[in-house]
């Protein structure tokens, strides 16, 4: 090891640099005048005599005389750095007990403020507004997935999702048992990939029925939970914004909606003159 980590070392341990680079330096020999140790721990002569005092009040350097003059001398490391560790741990105590002392007044103080601020409910925190198309199918996964009784649906062109990716949607809640009911409108039989997927869902077990329109695109979640996907009515290119509502009263609202369209429909769809 160098004699600059030597130095960084004790510096580390709670002593000043001068104070490491005279220790260091008594480490050489027996005695030192101060004026020897000044010259060989390259310490400002008029600070030797304040360094030397602040070692010997620590431990770290005894004093002694011979005739007028005063020698001194390093402690052994064995004995004076655990005192330094000693010392630094009482005064890593010390702050740790006056922090943990602010911690308590902090928390005694903001702890009012805190219960004032959240218990004034945000009158929309029941509403997620999503605009963008990744955020919209992310969040209909997710409540797919989380659903626990019934998901019923109204389905209508465009869609964010292609096939594969709608079946993926479809085929979780389906197989652990959820009670899931699509409606479709009638024209999308005219497209024979939606017929295989229509078909594939009522293999898995989906319920579905066709009417002529419906109002707007909507997943229904345990009738608690909803996802209203509203297209720009004045945009000329798909684009929506989604509203993910979590309000029991809205849910039973959209439950009678979704029962009496679903009564309307028919099981099968009626065929126009191109289907």
Same mark, same amino acid.
């Given at each position: 090891?160098?004699?600059?980590?030597?130095?960084?070392?004790?510096?580390?341990?709670?002593?000043?640099?001068?104070?490491?680079?005279?220790?260091?330096?008594?480490?050489?020999?027996?005695?030192?005048?101060?004026?020897?140790?000044?010259?060989?721990?390259?310490?400002?002569?008029?600070?030797?005599?304040?360094?030397?005092?602040?070692?010997?009040?620590?431990?770290?350097?005894?004093?002694?005389?011979?005739?007028? /003059? !005063?020698?001194? #001398?390093?402690?052994?490391?064995?004995? %004076?750095?655990?005192?330094? @560790?000693?010392? &630094?741990?009482?005064?890593?105590?010390?702050?740790? /007990? !006056?922090?943990? #002392?602010?911690?308590?007044?902090?928390? %005694?103080?903001?702890?009012? @403020?805190?219960? &004032?601020?959240?218990?004034?409910?945000?009158?929309?925190?029941?509403?997620?507004?999503?605009?963008?198309?990744?955020?919209?199918?992310?969040?209909?996964?997710?409540?797919?997935?989380?659903?626990?009784?019934?998901?019923?649906?109204?389905?209508?062109?465009?869609?964010?999702?292609?096939?594969?990716?709608?079946?993926?949607?479809?085929?979780?809640?389906?197989?652990?048992?959820?009670?899931?009911?699509?409606?479709?409108?009638?024209?999308?039989?005219?497209?024979?990939?939606?017929?295989?997927?229509?078909?594939?869902?009522?293999?898995?077990?989906?319920?579905?029925?066709?009417?002529?329109?419906?109002?707007?695109?909507?997943?229904?979640?345990?009738?608690?939970?909803?996802?209203?996907?509203?297209?720009?009515?004045?945009?000329?290119?798909?684009?929506?914004?989604?509203?993910?509502?979590?309000?029991?009263?809205?849910?039973?609202?959209?439950?009678?909606?979704?029962?009496?369209?679903?009564?309307?429909?028919?099981?099968?769809?009626?065929?126009?003159?191109?289907?």
């Amino acid at each position: 090891m160098s004699d600059a980590q030597y130095l960084e070392n004790l510096v580390d341990l709670g002593l000043t640099r001068y104070q490491a680079a005279v220790y260091l330096a008594l480490m050489d020999r027996q005695d030192f005048t101060p004026a020897q140790i000044a010259t060989r721990a390259q310490v400002p002569r008029q600070r030797i005599y304040d360094v030397l005092a602040s070692l010997c009040d620590r431990g770290l350097c005894l004093e002694r005389h011979s005739g007028r /003059q !005063r020698i001194f #001398q390093a402690v052994e490391p064995s004995q %004076a750095l655990p005192t330094l @560790l000693q010392e &630094k741990q009482k005064q890593f105590s010390a702050k740790l /007990q !006056r922090q943990e #002392q602010q911690t308590h007044r902090a928390v %005694a103080a903001l702890a009012p @403020l805190y219960t &004032k601020g959240h218990n004034t409910q945000d009158p929309l925190a029941y509403i997620d507004v999503l605009s963008e198309p990744h955020r919209i199918a992310d969040c209909g996964a997710k409540l797919s997935q989380s659903a626990q009784s019934s998901i019923s649906v109204f389905f209508t062109y465009p869609s964010l999702l292609s096939h594969e990716d709608g079946l993926k949607l479809v085929k979780d809640p389906l197989q652990r048992g959820i009670c899931y009911r699509t409606i479709y409108e009638h024209n999308i039989w005219q497209d024979p990939s939606s017929q295989d997927f229509i078909r594939q869902c009522q293999a898995w077990g989906q319920h579905v029925r066709f009417v002529e329109k419906v109002p707007f695109k909507m997943q229904l979640f345990d009738q608690r939970i909803t996802l209203l996907s509203l297209q720009d009515p004045l945009s000329g290119t798909p684009s929506f914004t989604a509203l993910n509502v979590t309000h029991p009263g809205l849910g039973e609202m959209l439950n009678i909606a979704f029962e009496t369209l679903w009564n309307q429909g028919t099981p099968e769809p009626i065929r126009t003159e191109r289907g």
